[in-house]
C-alpha cells in the first residue's frame, strides 16, 4: 500500500446470495405521526449498482433509507434485501451511514477501530488500517474533537471497513471539505470495484457524484419521480442534473 | 509512469450530457495518433483508473471494451492493458481521425455554400489581406 492509491475490500465469498436483487421495495407506505412520508414508493436495485437516491430536502430520502436499514418497518409493503425482508436478520448484508450519525465522541479514532472490531462480526481490520491510510486518519485524536471532513472520513471508514455487500450512505458528504470528498469518492469506487458490493448514496450533491452512478432514483414528496439509467440518459444528451431540474421543478 | 499518462489524458472538464466513455475513448483514441501514448504502453486496470479519476468502473470497462474493438488497445489476462503495438491499426485510426474532421470541415463548408477547398482557399485569402 503506498497510500495514494484506493484501497479494495475483500468480501467474503457467499455473503450475497447470487441472482437476488440487493433491494427490492413494493408498494411501501410510510406513516409518520398521521403524516404520509412515503407513498408507494416501488423500486429495485440490483447487485453490482451504484445508485444514487436524488431528491431535495424533505423529499423522504432518510426515511427511505431508514427502511432499507430495517431500524423501523413501513407502514404498508414490502422491503427486501437480497430476498430476505429488511429487518434485524437481514443486517448482516448491510452497512449504513445515517444522516448526521454519531460516533461517540469520548474515544480516539485508534480506540473506536478495536471497538468497531467487536461490534461488528464482518470488520476486516487489515481493510481498515489501509482506509485509514488512503483518508489520511490521524489515530490518536479523540473523535469530539475532529473536524466535519475528519468525522465524515472516519464515518466513511467504518462503513467500507466491513465485507457487508450493501452499503448505503445518507448524505456522506454534507459539510465535508473537497478534499476529503474527493477521497471520499475514490474509497466509495475502489471498493465497488474491487468486490461485487452494491451501493446506495443518497445526496442532493450531484455535480460531484453524478459521474460515480449507474443509475439514479429520483424521489420528491415521498413518491418515485424517475427511474434513470445515467449512461442512458446521457446518450439521450441529458445529463443527471439537467432531468433533475426537469423533475422538480 | 505510463499510467500517469493515461491518468493526465483523462483529467478534462466532462461534459454530463454525454455517454462518459465516448469522451474518455474519444481523448484516448487522440493521444494514441499524436504519440503521447506510446505503442506498448501500459494503461491502468479498470479499478485504478476509476477510482483516481471518479468516475463509475462501467464506464472505464466500456472505453477498454471500445478501444479493443477498435484494435488500439490489447489486454493481457494477469498481465494488464497495453497500448496496441500494431502500427497499421495506429495507422488505421488516425486515418479515420482525419476522414471526420475533414467531414465536419465539408459540413462547415456546404453551410456557407462552398467547397472545402474554396473554404481554404478563402480563409487564406482573408490572411493575405
Redesign the interface.
Known amino acids: 500500500m503506498d497510500g495514494k ?2 484501497p ?1 475490500a475483500q468480501l467474503q465469498k457467499g455473503t450475497a446470495p447470487a441472482g437476488r436483487p440487493a433491494v427490492v421495495c413494493r408498494g411501501v407506505f410510510m406513516k409518520i405521526r398521521n403524516k404520509e412520508i412515503l407513498r408507494d414508493v416501488s423500486f429495485r436495485v440490483d447487485q453490482g449498482q ?1 445508485v444514487g437516491l436524488l431528491g431535495p430536502n424533505g423529499a423522504g430520502k432518510s426515511t427511505l433509507l431508514r427502511l432499507v436499514a430495517g431500524l423501523t418497518p413501513p407502514t404498508a409493503g414490502v422491503v427486501e434485501l437480497f430476498g430476505e425482508p429488511a429487518g434485524v436478520p437481514a443486517l448482516r448484508y448491510l452497512s449504513f451511514l445515517p444522516d448526521r450519525g454519531k460516533l461517540p465522541g469520548w474515544v480516539t479514532v485508534g480506540e473506536w477501530f478495536r471497538l468497531a472490531r467487536d461490534i461488528y462480526p464482518d470488520w476486516d481490520p487489515d481493510h481498515a488500517e489501509e482506509l485509514a491510510e488512503f483518508l489520511k486518519v490521524r489515530r490518536t485524536a479523540r473523535m469530539s474533537t475532529l473536524s466535519r471532513g475528519e468525522e465524515a472520513r472516519v464515518q466513511l471508514l467504518t462503513c467500507l471497513a466491513r465485507r457487508a455487500p450493501l452499503v448505503v450512505l445518507d448524505e456522506p458528504f454534507t459539510g465535508v471539505d473537497m478534499i476529503s470528498r ?1 477521497q471520499i ?3 466509495v ?2 471498493d ?3 468486490g461485487s458490493r452494491t451501493f446506495i448514496i443518497a445526496t442532493h450533491d450531484i ?1 460531484e457524484m ?5 443509475q439514479v432514483i429520483l424521489i420528491g414528496e415521498g413518491r418515485i419521480l424517475a427511474l434513470e439509467d ?2 442512458a440518459l ?2 439521450r ?6 432531468r433533475y431540474r426537469e423533475v422538480f421543478s | 509512469m505510463d499510467a500517469d499518462v493515461a491518468l493526465e489524458i483523462l483529467k478534462f472538464p466532462i461534459d454530463p450530457s454525454r455517454p462518459l466513455y465516448e469522451q474518455f475513448v474519444e481523448r484516448i483514441r487522440a493521444a494514441i495518433a499524436r504519440g503521447d501514448l506510446e505503442p506498448g504502453a501500459r494503461l491502468p486496470s479498470v479499478r485504478e483508473l476509476a477510482a483516481a479519476i471518479r468516475v463509475n468502473p462501467t464506464t472505464i470497462q466500456r472505453m477498454y471494451q471500445e478501444l479493443e474493438r477498435e484494435r488500439l488497445i490489447v489486454s493481457y489476462r494477469g498481465q494488464g492493458t497495453f497500448v496496441t503495438r500494431d502500427a497499421k491499426a495506429i495507422e488505421a485510426s488516425r486515418r479515420a481521425l482525419a476522414r471526420e474532421a475533414v467531414a465536419r470541415l465539408r459540413e462547415t463548408a456546404e453551410s456557407l455554400g462552398l467547397t472545402v477547398q474554396q473554404l481554404i482557399d478563402l480563409a487564406r485569402d482573408e490572411e493575405e489581406d
Do not use: H, K, Q
Open positions: 492509491t484506493a479494495t451504484i474527493e469518492a475514490s474509497s469506487i475502489a465497488f470495484a474491487g455535480r453524478e459521474n460515480l452512478f449507474n445515467v449512461e446521457r446518450a444528451g441529458r445529463s443527471v442534473e439537467s
